[in-house]
């Protein structure tokens, strides 16, 4: 773990006397500059994501019409420069609804990255700290694990009246069991390091060494995880949309607008092809994000994978 | 070696338990009362009751879940709600699309990922091992549903090479069964093999690496036969695991092939179950999978002591 600094109880209370000041002034942008050279896949991804982000917060500012608003007489127009994304079969435009759709896509990746997280988080240290209870945790996470992530949400959101919320939810239970054998496998193996060891010694309580020395640890391979997770929620959300079991038809999300497109694929394939684009995109942009972080946090598991 | 086997069989038996708990509990996990929700708006007290009983909401949970279970040992997965036909009949129906796509998928992935991964690594940080990662991102970003439009817009649509949709059994001829499913196969297998081929290519960096790929270099084996006889196969324990647990992706991914490709399959029925809140139908399709692929990882297990014969347990 290179990112993290241990701090040790004992240097809490002698601080160190300040250094002499005799270095010249870090040139800070010009080291942002090369930690973004240096590392293209996070600036890249970091940059799409951006772009997809501000694209989901402006919607209504990008020349889109109100994506639900119905035009009968307007079915099925092909792309032109009235309609850049051409009109679906009940004559909404189709690139209102793509723009608006990333919002669905970032909310419900964001999401489920971060419950997905801390509820991990929460199971793996209570698992990885509480030995009575380790066993029991890890057979029903494994459990959760040998039901295919895509096949339990779909079996959650089947017995919920489509939301988004009902979405996020199904989702992140979906995807906590990876993040809390993540959390507890590196508390297993920090519990008998020295260091901690020595704070126990010391008199530290366990919350103490779970926020001092352990979560610090964990936060460079979580980072990584979570990046992978909200990539793998965006891509199980347009799944269940485009199976008719996900976000409701009222709100378009890239799933359901396909899911839509698909009757008439065929003879219209511009109302499938642009929502299509822009979650390859988007996923695309995560996943790169994902793996510059993980090559920037943890040079040794950028050798193995 | 058998007293490995059984032990490692035995093993599987408690976490197949916890996966059927989970399956049957799932419908518990939702808020409100599921009898409601599967009967829909405009359903009557008597229809309310009606699925109440047959799904014995009106009894206590452990009662129902030992009853449920002593079924599904004896092949009983329940009745659907929709057709009232037996769940494992329905089943029954549409296992052989499904596990032709699996199957088919599995061999062409292997076949592309292995020696992707194998060439990256041969040629590590070459304009060919660039490409071969590139694709791998990529295949792992595209959904597979994405990938199965372009791929039956540009041969199906514009070359007319291969039927659009549809499925055609294995017993009315070899050729018209491929046609209708490599499509499909190929779009279900991109991630898969971006999967594979990462992992294999990590895998041989490492083991390439070792003093004896060294030694059989020395030695003057050619370049195929230290490749493929004295690295792959001491790279092969991590493959195998991760085309075990590549299966889940697979098999979320059959789901929405089988709906893009029109393939009447056990992903079909899961659709049209939802649609319809088939309940016992979802569960015996999810059961039926999720065991599947505990039994997948077994064999994945068992299959380390044949790779690696240092493994013993």
Redesign the interface.
Request: no cysteine; glycine share 4%.
């Given at each position: 773990m290179s990112v993290v600094t241990q701090t040790d109880p004992l240097s809490q209370t002698t601080a160190a006397p300040p250094l002499p000041d005799i270095l010249p002034p870090p040139k800070q942008r010009g080291r942002i500059m090369r930690f973004y050279v240096g590392h293209p896949a996070i600036a890249i991804g970091g940059l799409l994501i951006g772009i997809m982000v501000l694209i989901a917060v402006c919607a209504p500012l990008l020349g889109t019409v109100d994506p639900t608003a119905l035009a009968p007489a307007k079915r099925t127009r092909p792309p032109s420069a009235l309609y850049w994304f051409g009109t679906d079969m009940l004559g909404r435009d189709v690139y209102s609804r793509v723009i608006y759709g990333t919002r669905v896509s970032i909310v419900v990746g964001g999401a489920v990255a971060l419950l997905a997280s801390a509820i991990g988080m929460l199971i793996g240290l209570i698992s990885g700290f509480t030995r009575w209870l380790d066993p029991i945790i890890m057979?029903?996470m494994?459990?959760?694990m040998?039901?295919?992530?895509?096949?339990?949400a779909?079996?959650?959101?089947?017995?919920?009246?489509g939301s988004i919320q009902n979405v996020i939810i199904a989702i992140t239970?979906a995807e906590v069991p990876r993040v809390a054998r993540l959390v507890r496998g590196v508390v297993l193996s920090l519990r008998d390091q020295p260091y901690v060891e020595a704070a126990v010694t010391a008199g530290s309580r366990t919350p103490m060494i779970i926020w001092r020395h352990i979560m610090p640890n964990t936060l460079a391979p979580m980072t990584v995880q979570a990046t992978y997770i909200c990539?793998s929620a965006m891509?199980?959300e347009?799944?269940l949309s485009?199976?008719?079991?996900g976000t409701p038809t009222t709100t378009p999300s890239w799933g359901n607008i396909?899911a839509e497109g698909?009757a008439l694929?065929?003879v219209k394939?511009y109302i499938?092809?642009f929502p299509?684009v822009f979650?390859?995109i988007t996923?695309?942009a995560?996943?790169?994000l994902g793996?510059g972080l993980r090559d920037a946090l943890d040079p040794r598991l950028a050798?193995?994978? | 070696m058998i007293g490995y086997i059984s032990r490692r069989v035995l093993a599987t038996i408690?976490?197949m338990l916890?996966?059927a708990?989970?399956?049957f509990s799932?419908?518990y996990?939702?808020?409100?009362d599921?009898a409601a929700?599967?009967a829909g708006d405009q359903a009557s007290a008597e229809d309310l009751a009606r699925i109440r009983t047959a799904l014995g909401l009106d009894r206590p949970f452990l009662t129902r879940f030992g009853e449920w279970l002593w079924n599904v040992l004896h092949g009983d997965l329940g009745t659907s709600i929709f057709t009232n036909l037996p769940v494992s009949r329905l089943i029954g129906e549409r296992l052989e699309p499904t596990i032709s796509l699996m199957i088919l998928t599995l061999v062409l992935s292997l076949m592309v990922a292995v020696p992707m991964g194998v060439i990256a690594a041969w040629k590590q940080g070459s304009l060919l091992d660039r490409a071969i990662m590139g694709f791998a991102?990529?295949g792992?970003?595209?959904?597979?549903?994405?990938v199965g439009?372009?791929l039956a817009?540009i041969f199906a649509?514009q070359l007319e090479w291969l039927p659009?949709q549809g499925y055609t059994p294995l017993a009315q001829g070899f050729w018209p069964f491929l046609q209708h499913l490599i499509l499909s196969s190929i779009a279900l297998g991109t991630a898969y093999v971006a999967l594979i081929a990462?992992?294999t290519r990590?895998t041989m960096?490492?083991v390439l690496s070792q003093d004896y790929v060294r030694t059989a270099k020395a030695k003057g084996l050619g370049q195929r036969a230290v490749l493929f006889v004295h690295a792959l196969k001491n790279a092969a324990v991590p493959i195998v695991t991760v085309v075990g647990i590549g299966?889940?992706?697979l098999?979320?991914?059959a789901?929405?092939t089988e709906?893009?490709f029109a393939i009447p399959g056990l992903g079909r029925l899961?659709?049209d179950?939802?649609?319809r809140?088939d309940?016992p139908v979802?569960?015996g399709?999810?059961l039926l999978?999720?065991l599947t692929?505990?039994v997948v990882?077994l064999v994945v297990d068992l299959l380390y002591t044949v790779l690696d014969p240092r493994i013993r347990y």
């Open positions: 057979r029903i494994d459990g959760m040998s039901i295919p992530s895509v096949l339990l779909i079996a959650l959101v089947a017995f919920t009246r239970l990539a891509i199980t347009a799944i485009f199976i008719g079991a396909m698909r694929w065929q394939p499938v092809f299509a979650l390859s996923v695309l995560v996943n790169l793996d050798k193995r994978l | 408690p976490v916890i996966v708990a989970l399956v799932l419908l996990f939702t808020p409100g599921p929700i599967i991102v990529m792992f970003s595209v959904p597979v549903f994405v439009y372009l817009y649509l659009v990462r992992v990590a960096l490492e299966v889940a992706v098999m979320g991914g789901v929405v709906s893009v899961i659709v179950a939802i649609l809140r309940y979802i569960q399709v999810v999978f999720s692929y505990v990882n």
